[in-house]
Every structure is written in C-alpha cells, then in structure tokens.
C-alpha cells in the first residue's frame, strides 16, 4: 500500500483515480461513455459530473488556484459533497479530492483553515472514506472546540446581592450608606469604561472590569458581614421602627392604588406566563453535524460536534446511538435548540438539544429532516412568534417541559409548533413519522 503524506502523486488527479476504483467504473465516469447508471436518466446531473471533472482537470494546470478554491469552498456552503445532493461520495468527489489534495495540505490546513473552512470540512470527510483512507495517510485538522460560559460569578454575586438586601433593614444607616455610595460609584465607571471601550485597548477594558466585578463581591461580601456580626438590640430597634413605618403606610398606599392596580397585575403575570411558553423563547437553529462518535461511558449516547455557523463548533450529546449509526448523522442537517444551558451528561459537556420525532412505542426515533438548501445556522421561524429567544433557558421556569408537548408532526409529517410549521428559507422541515411528538 503506497502512502503519500505531501499530496498526490503524478500523474493527474482523474488518472489517480485507477488505484480506487475498477477500471470499468473509471472508464465510465471519465469518458462519459456509456454513462453511469446514475446519470443515464439525468441530463442536468451528467453536465454537472462533466463540469467538476473538468474543474479538477483544470485545477492542477492552474496557477491561480485560491480563486477556484474559494469557488470550491462557496460551492460547499450547502451542500455536504462535491456532486449530488445527498452525502454519498462519488468518484466526481474523489477526482477533487485528489486535484486539491495538495494545495489543501500543504497551503490552506497550516495557514488558511478559517478561510476556506467548507473545503476543510469536506476534505475531512472524504479523506476517511475507506478507498481513500486506505491509499493516502489521514491529514490531522484542527477542529475549534465549544467552550460553554461560566456563570459561576454573577450567580455568587447575585447570591450575595440578594443577602445584602434582605439584611439592609438590620445594617447601621451609616454602613448602608457607605455600600450604596460605593455602588454608585462603580455604576459611573462601568459607564465610562462602556463609553470608552472603542478607544481603549482589549487588554485594558478587560483589566478594568475584572477590577470592578471584584469590588463588587468585595462590597457585598463587607455588607454580609456587617450584619452577621450587628448585635441583636440594635438590630431589633431598626426592625421595629421599619415595622411601625411600614404599617402606618400601608392603608393610605392601598387606598391609591385602586382598580387600576388590581386589574394591571393579573394581565402581567399573564404576559410573562405566555413569554414563557412560546416557542419563541427558544433558538432553534439549523446546524450540520461534522464529527460523530460513540460517547465513552454510555452506549445509548452519541456525542456530535455541529456546526452553526460560529467561530467554534458545538459539542452535543444525543440519546440516538440505539437508533442510528455514527454514518447515518455525519454530514447531515439537524434542527438544534442552541440556547438549552450547558451541562455535562454522563461527564462529557452537552450545549445544544438535537430535536426528534418518535413513534407511539418509542421504538423509532429520527432527527427532523431539513431542507437541503437551507443555510447552516440559520434560525428556525414560526408564523405570528417573531419575539426575541432568550440568551440561555433557565431550567426552573421549566419551559421546555412547557414547549415540548406542542411541537408535534402533522398529518402529512410537516414539524410543526401548534400547527405551525418549522420554517427555514428553504422551506418547512419535516420527518418520515406522521402525528409524531417532537422533542
């Protein structure tokens, strides 16, 4: 078995491709004659082989080969393989394969990944197919990985803030005062440092906050403190004289308020249960899955890392390796809930939700299917729920428990939310499985 780890050999691409494929294939597919069973019927899908054939003929003889790299990398954008619009590999993306191989190697995965990331993500694909694995060494590509955010500080000092403010009424006025004029003070500098951000160097802004968020919990923490140690005569006469305020105010405050205020609140609450609810809440994306594997402590598990089209990719792990093969999720478009906050499942870090649908017994449970067009990372729309999503769900409002029973395929297997489909730009995504629960 030869093995070539600078690139491909001469001669050309197309003639290379006598060490993959039998000759009565090859014949096929280079000289158009006959033509292959899979264009016999297909005048557009003969002309496009033709076209990228040529393209890798004329990629080797080329000098100018980043412009149709990039035209390579734009054509990609959409699609999972060269030709064809499924993600089964052709010879047609072999013979690119082999024309490109060695710019890619040797120009584009050292230096320029990011720019022509469509090209690196096929590339990877195609190189582990079995012929092809088994006549070139597998190229190492850097992958960026998904860190999750760390919410550990603003729930300490939200903790903290919330036991400042409960023990207020037992702090000495003086001290009270004192951590309200420091608060203010670090407010007016947040200010200046946002107004300032543009001109000042990353660096600094990042030294500065960093300084701020610490006098905060240091603030906070003196203001615990404080009331920890008041002693309790002194504590007990602040209460009082709050008590004695609190009832001589309230009977003339409630007389105020009147209907207005009784009417008002019930129609709040109802606003935020309903915000709540909708499906707007959520940032249900279309992602593509690049890498699959096995989860390492859980054979119902897969772990995925999808792209949606972001600087890094997402890491999720899904309950579908008793359903599906690795092979059958890579390349493939899936609707993703991106917002779900991050978790570990089994000790691996999950930051995304894949979304189903599942028969009655449960016995069979799919990915919805979306449209081959449509763009990765684009989000998914729903008819008359055009609000905002939340940055992140917060698992104690438990809305997806809330969602979850009203997304659901019709009839016809169209995904929808209420009878309202899942639309993306290319059209509604749908499943196999008709009146099946989605989740």
Known sequence: MAVDSNGPAKPSALASLCNLLPPETLQQWINMDPLPSQLAQDAAMCEEAKHWLAFATAFEESKDWKSKLQCLNTHLLKKSVVFGSGMAISPVDIAVFLAVRHRVVSDVIPS???EYRNVVRWFDYIQGEDKVASAFQTVPIRKSQFEPQDYSDAKRLSKLDQKVASSESTLPTES???????????SKLDK????????????????????????????????VKLAETKSPDTSSKVADRKEQEVKAGDTSREEKRGKKDKTAAPKNEEKKADDDTSVSALDIRVGLIIKVWKHPSADALFVEEIDLGESSVRQVVSGLA?????EDLLNRKVVLIANVKPGKLRDVVSAGLVLCASNPDHSSVEPLIVPDEAAVGERITFAGHEGKPEDVLNPKKKQLEKIFPDLYTDDNGIATYKGIPFMTSAGPCNSTLPKAPIK
């Not at 005062?177 to 203010?184: G, H, P, V």
């Not at 160097?201 to 203001?223: G, H, R």
């Open 112 to 114: 320029s990944q990011d």
């Open 322 to 326: 008793r359903y599906l093969k690795e």
């Open 192 to 223: 200046k440092v946002a107004s300032s951000e543009s001109t000042l160097p990353t660096e600094s802004v990042s030294e500065i906050k960093e300084d701020t968020k610490q006098q905060q919990l240091l603030n906070t923490k003196k203001a």
């Open 176 to 186: 009270v005062s004192e951590i309200k004029e420091d608060t203010k003070r670090l």
